[in-house]
Structures are given as structure tokens and as C-alpha cells.
């Protein structure tokens, strides 16, 4: 069965055209404009997802742990049901290859699933109970805290995940999971992939008999909707990943409001491996051709692109580049997700191929779509790189800079002049031991993930990852985007001082009926 | 054995006078300025520090859970061992009693004690494993997760706890819990304190062969020395205790940063108490001495002053405030912090009272010293109170105003009405259930900490308490700044991805060496 994309947002139960002016999706390998058309929102639209939200974030919020885990997995089996048709549409939206895509689909199912998990284990409630003790001067009263959702969260489709980082990818699986309401500005980019999942979730609010402000989704500029959105007093948290540029002017309008709010804004990393000199000494062909593979995957299009290698000079980066080279030449650019990508990402690889000091290495084969990105990996010293910040500007797409360093402590110092970084890699093998040992407390301050003889591209979905970091990485360092801990970026603890049990959430009363792990008196305990 | 007062500065190991313009304590019961005078410190006495801070950063992170416990718990020593001068001091310096600040030393050393025991239990580390899965497609990595330290931390004591919230105060403990350096912006109320509490953590830093930079303490003005400070690169994140205006400067400055760091200001909260109808039919009277006793302890200089009172008009409230306004006529008032509070406090009565449609119930006593506040009771009605905003400024001291409701659902409309609390109390007894349950969620989304049948001020040190709240209660709801869970503040997690085991840090290494709680594939386990 096929659904008729009708164009559409999705306000609480309603699908409504907004009213604003009408855009098209675009194949980006070909050009052509989809039809319908889909009709951006409006301040109105703005105001009426949000006024639902906050009227169904009470009631929502204290769903049981089990019926908020069941709406979870059932909005991920309604994306399943979906079939075809959803990676149709998003590969003709994004220019994404089919497996690509249904690998996304799993990690978008995967991430629901994860957070149902989360949700029954109630870990996430911080759910902590120091007893009364009377006798004491001053007598302790008793307390109970635990965590409770921040309120309807913004959440902005990303460009480059149409479905694991979109309408209910990460930002929204750990948002609804914490009990957080969610509203969506869906990516212009791929609004029928939108479009089809917003629906999957809307079906699912509606069959789990939650209210309907739990979900809401509209369509619109980031400049327009988007500001208006993170503007309104409803919302209390912003989860957005896309470029700089735009995440900080999220972070400054939610700066900016009466009552300021936080933005988990992730943005620009352009991860860099460290090549130690033994490790490359013995495997530079294979490090080089590796690194080639991880550089073009997607287009480049990834948070976690490998953008900069730094390595000693010498014969081994001779090898290195050579092989490098020799991969890159061979590799097709494939199709870049929008035209404004693809027209950013050429501009930026002719401006650093312009840059003093920098010189090209090896380009890849121009591709045949319209928006294909031509793959370039360029080189300079460490030098030229110290005093030049535009070498660490992010090209989002296959570009990456070489930076050729004289002495191990020239690895310092250049990983000392980095910005934050969602990811920090090192190659080594046991004899580089003592310069890993230098490098990585450099690395920790710099950076949400370190990796060793692996590469950055692959995000896994788990309880040990971070996807976060310093600022420009994040706006927000304290938390991360992927995984089980993004929830805890959605919560705020309350503590209960002497309430009478009836009056006591469920998670905190005596004989923990919900079986938590919870902190008693300082020790964790579980009933 | 009595220490001189140098008028000092500690950067670092070193005692150094600032070179910018003097300053002298001032005893707020008799306005007589102390010898000597202090040097407020310069930028470039800014920059020292810091610098120090962050050469000291990896080396303190690093140190063992027990080494920093142990120097924790050695500060806390050093405090006690300063004896009756560190108390007589802070009286002359604060104007507050003996018992008190008996009382609040008590306070600052066992908090130090606390997070002793939060750093050697380890929980705070957020430790995570995920094993590889090489098997499965695409293979999974092991990755394993800890918290590290943001950074060197800017801490500014507080005026109305010049023991427990100033140099060796709650967020400084927190701080350096969590592996931070601290740079301590003294407050300018109780230099003299600041400098014998200030020599004692120096003392401590060095006897634990720790980094210097560990520990400095700046004298100044907010608006020149501490803002130098929080837009010094090498800070990281800032704890704040004080005035909305000044909490709000420092959050403009953090963001402004080239690189924004988080700021965690506790502010502004008048901690409503919603007194139940038949709670109060039953209790009038006591309740009302009882509220009287907490909105005059301290002189109201505590952030849980009891602001507001919420009672549905009649005969009880009426009993309510003639005991509230008989107790409070016979409460002589106490000496207040500073002569800048006590004017302030003056005023902000003043302006209450002029406003239309409330009037004065009762006043407390002048007192007999040049700081003394003159306690004060108003009243208003709901209608009146919702649409003035002004009613809702917080006026530092003893001031509250009662808000007449005519109905229980005016009590969920003034609460809805409110901005963001640290506190919000019920009165209530069982027949009151209903009303309670209706405002209960109301409750959750404005205030940090819910008490029932028991008064705000005083919060409890342990692993339940939420000292913190909405907007503009503080800067970011989403942490507390007493209590255990303040180490959160200032971390940050890592992931560490195929790492060799010789790179591990200790906490994520097989076997777990440090026996901590650790989430393993999703399942929390002690070794």
C-alpha cells in the first residue's frame, strides 16, 4: 500500500498545509522538483503545536515507565510498516544509496528501542532517598528526588540523517523517552520522508491514547519557524545538528529569551586523526587507503568526517600520502544531499586549496549526478597550520588537510591549538606508547570520543558512547547526542521534602515498587 | 595561636597584595572599617591565576580518587583547625551570630567531608562498558565512557553564607570534586574571612603535593575582577551565589565567550508556601509563628526566604495572620550582611508597600545595630498579585506578602503564574489531598524542591536535596548546587573507543581496579 504524501504538517492529531509560502523537495542527482508542494508553517502553526505540548507535557510525563517505553517501540514498528516506500522517498530526497538507507532505518528503529529500554530500566530517574532522621539537631527531614522531563523540546531535522538524526531520530527518541513532549522542524531537505515518518509517530500517539500536543511537526525556513519556535515560552529545550552558522543563532535567540533555555546544538568537528610514527611506519598503505574509505563515505557527509591527519614528515607519510592518493584518485563522488551543500562544499574546497602554505594532494573523479562532490585531500605544515585558523574551518564533505608536523611535541602543539572535536583518533602500535600517553590527556580536554587504530566515521547507539564535545562541536559539552546517555540532556531533578507516601511519584515511595536501582542513604541499592 | 590578616591575595602557592585600589571590611553592626586593607587584585593577577588553574587541570584530574578525597578532607581539617578566630571574624566581617556561623562551619566542612565520599565511591564518574562485538555487521568497537572535570572553575563566593557558599563554599568543594581547579573571586564582605578560610585550602594544596594552580583567590569587584574572570579562556565553567542582576552579568559574559562555557547561578526565588484550607482551618495559628520564625531567621538573607503566602480568604487566614502579625511585632530586627543589602532590603519594603492594592499587615521591631532589618508582612489579593509583576520581585531580607485567593483554583493560577523557585511548600493535611494532587504538578514544572508542612529555609547537605530550580531561581534548571549531585556540574563524559588497556584511565579497566558501579552492555554491575 502506498501513502499519498499530501504535503503536509502534522499539528497534535490534525495534518494541516501551512499557509506559508510552498516549497518542493529536490532530487539532488537530478534536479527535478518533487510534487506536491508542501506548505511551510506559520507563526500560528508555531503556537498552536506548541500550546499542546505544554498541555499534554503533565499528563504525558507521567505516563507509567511502561507505557512510554510501548509508544516507543510501537512508533519505531509504524516506521518499520512503512516498507519500501520510506527509503524510496528518502533516497530519491537525499541522493542516499538504498543500503545506506536501510541501515539508517535500523539505527533509527534501533535508537526507539534502545530508549524503551532506558525508559523501563528508570536508571535515568537519578531516583535518590535520604531518610528522616528526628532525632538529629537539626533534625534531617526526609527527601526523595528524582528526575523529572525540562518540557516540550524543539527538535531539528538534520540534513544528513533524513531518519536516525530527523522527525524521530535521536533528538526526539531521547526527548519523548524523558517525558519531554517534542515538537519537529522538519529539514526542508526531505520533507516526504518527513512527512511519512512524522505520521508514523502521530498514528502512534493516537493508539497509545497519549495526548496529542506529545507530537507535533512542522515545515518551514530555520530563520522563520525555527526561530519562532525556539522562541516560544512553551519550549524548554532545543535539540538541533547542522552547521555553526545555525546553531548559533538558536543558541542566541534561546540566550535571549525571558526565561533562557538550553540548546544541545551539535556543529562542527573536523576530527582529527593522529598518526604515530611507528604505527605508520608499519601499515601506512593500509592507514592511508582506510582513511580514504572512511573520508568519502556518505559524500563526506558525516559530523565525524575525517577532516585533518596529522602525521610526522618523513617516509612513512610518504607512503601514506601516496596511498591515500593513489585510493582517492579512484574513488566517484557520489551525490551531496542538497544543492546548497554541494555549492558550499566546492567553494570551501577551492577557497582552502587557495590558502598560503597548502597544497593539493589528490582529487577524486568528478561523479555523474548534478550535486556530486569531488573528493580532495590536501597538505600542509604544522607551521602554516598554528597560524592560520581558516585550515580548521569544517568542509562538510570529502575534504581533509595533511598537516605535516617535525617532532612528536609538534603533535602537542598542534592538538593543544585544536577547537573541541567530536571525535580525537590515534594509530599507534606498543612502541608509540609514550607519545600516546603524551597526546591523550590533550585529547580528553578536546574531545568527546577518542579512538584508536579505527576511524571516526560510525557512530554506535550505545551506553558508552559520547557524540558531543567542546564547543564548536557542541554548544553544550556536558552531555552527548547518540546513545543512552542523551536522555539525561532532557531532565532536571525535584526534590520531595517530607511528602506524605499518597502524594510521593511512584519512583520514590517506600518498598520501591518500580524495582529502580536507587540511591539510599548514599548507597545504591536495589529492592 | 591568632594568623595576622595581610590584606592578601593567594595565587596560587604564593600570598600576594592586588595592586588595584584598597578596600576595607566593613562591620555591618557598628559601620567601623577593619585594618588592614585589602589590594583588589588586577587582570593581569587574573591571568596569573588562571594560567596556574590550567597548568594544573591534567595533573589534579589525574590524581586517585583517594588523593583527592584525602586533600578534601585535609581543607576541611584546616578550616577547623583556624578555630574561634575564623567564627569571630565572620561575625564582625557578616554581622551574623556566633551559633550560626557555628553552625555554617559545620556546614562548609561537612560538605567538603561529602564530596570526599563522592569521590572515593566513584558513582560520579558515569562509568560505562560496552564490549566489541566483532561478530555481529558492521562489527561494534569496545567502547567504555567516563565523566571528566570541565575545566578550571570560577567560583564567587556569596555574601550571606560567608563560610558554607564563599571560599571553601559548596560550589568550590563541587568543583573540585569533580577534578577542577578552582579560582575563588573572594566576596568583598568578608575579605577576612576569605583569607584565613582561603590560606587553609593553600595550606591543604601544598601538604597534598598538589599542582599550585589548584587553588587561587582573587579580591575585587565583580564587575571588573570577576568579569576578567569568567572571559578568561582557561575557565570553563562558574558557580555564583547572588543578586539576579549579577548572575545574569555573568551569564551575558560566558556566552559572549569565543568559546561559551556554562554558568551556574542560583539567583532569585521567593519560595511560595501554599497554605491548604483545612490545614490551616486546623493549624492556623501555628503555622503562622512557625512561617513568621523562618521568614526573620538569618535577618531573611537565606535564598528559601519564605517570599509569598497562598491562602483562600476567610476565618482561618485571618487567625493565620493575626498569630503571623503578633509574632512578627515582637521580633527585633537583626543585624543585615552589608550596608549595600541593608539598603536595598530598606527600599525594596518601601516600594512594596506603594504599590496599589497592598497593604501592610505588621512590621517587626527596628533593631539597635546601623544594618539592622526592619522585618515586614503585606498582603494582597490574587487578582491584584496576577497582574503585577512586580509583586514577584524578590526582596533579599525579611519581606513577604501574603496572597489572599479567592478560590482553590486560584491557587493553581498564581502557581501557574510563577516564575521559576527554589522552593515551593505545602501546608496540608489529609482532607486537603485533592488540592494537593492538583497543584503537585504545577509544583514540579516551577521549583527545584517540594516540602510539605515545613519551611524552606534550611537545606539539607545529602545525596536527595535540590538546591537549584527554573529560571530565574537559577541560570539552569537542570543541576543542583548543595548537595551530592553538585559534582555534576562540572563534568563532562569521554569515550574511549578499542583503546589498549595500558591507556585506559583505572575506571574503565578489566577487572575494575577500583571497584566501582559500572554499566556494563546496558546492566549496572559492581565488580
Known sequence: MTITIHGEQLIGSRAVKGGAAPFRAVNPATGEQFEPAFGAGTVEDVEQACELAAAAFDSYRNTSLEARAAFLELAAQHILDLGPQLIERAMQESGLPQARLEGE?????????????????????????????????????????????????????????????????????????????????????????????????????????????????????????????VAHPAIKAVGFTGSRQGGLALVRTAAARA????????????????????????????????????????????????????????????????????????????????????????????????????????????????????????????????VNPALEDEIFGSSSLIVRCASLDQFVEVAEHLDGQLTATLFLNEADRDAAQALLPVLERKAGRILVNGYPTGVEVSHAMVHGGPFPATSDSRSTSVGAGAIDRFLRPVSYQDLPSGLLPEALQEGNPLGLHRIRNGELVKA
Do not use: W
Open 105 to 229: 532505518r535500523g539505527r533509527t528503529v534501533n535508537q526507539l528501542r534502545l530508549f524503551a529500554k532506558v525508559v523501563r530500566d528508570g536508571h535515568f530517574l537519578g531516583a535518590a532517598l535520604d531518610s528522616a532522621l528526628p532525632e538529629r539537631s537539626p533534625p534531617r527531614p526526609d527527601l526523595r528526588l528524582r528526575k523529572i522531563g525540562l518540557g516540550p523540546v524543539a527538535v531539528f531535522g538534520a540534513s544528513n540523517f533524513p531518519l536516525a538524526f530527523s522527525v524521530a531520530g535521536g533528538d526526539t527518541a531521547s526527548a519523548l523517552a524523558a517525558g519531554c513532549p517534542v515538537v519537529v522542524k522538519a529539514h526542508g531537505a526531505h520533507p516526504g520522508t518527513s512527512e511519512l515518518v512524522g505520521k508514523a509517530v502521530q498514528a502512534a500517539v493516537a493508539a497509545c491514547g497519549l495526548p496529542e500536543g506529545v507530537f507535533s511537526m512542522l515545515h518551514g525556513d530555520g530563520r522563520t519557524i525555527g526561530q519562532a519556535l
Open 259 to 386: 526565561e533562557p533555555i538550553p540548546v544541545y546544538a551539535e556543529m562542527s568537528s573536523i576530527n582529527p586523526l593522529f598518526l604515530l610514527p611507528n604505527a605508520l611506519a608499519q601499515k601506512a598503505a593500509q592507514i592511508g587507503t582506510g582513511f580514504i574509505d572512511s573520508l568519502v563515505l556518505g559524500a563526506g557527509q558525516f559530523c565525524t568526517n575525517p577532516g585533518l591527519v596529522i602525521a610526522l614528515e618523513g617516509a612513512a607519510l610518504d607512503n601514506f600520502r601516496a596511498a591515500a592518493a593513489k585510493a582517492l584518485q579512484g574513488k566517484v563522488g557520489s551525490t551531496m544531499l542538497t544543492p546548497g551543500i554541494h555549492a558550499a562544499f566546492t567553494s570551501g574546497v577551492e577557497k582552502l586549496g587557495k590558502e598560503a602554505g597548502v597544497t593539493l594532494v589528490a582529487r577524486g573523479q568528478c561523479g555523474s549526478t548534478v550535486c556530486a562532490g569531488q573528493a580532495a585531500l590536501f597538505e600542509t605544515d604544522a607551521a602554516n597550520f598554528l
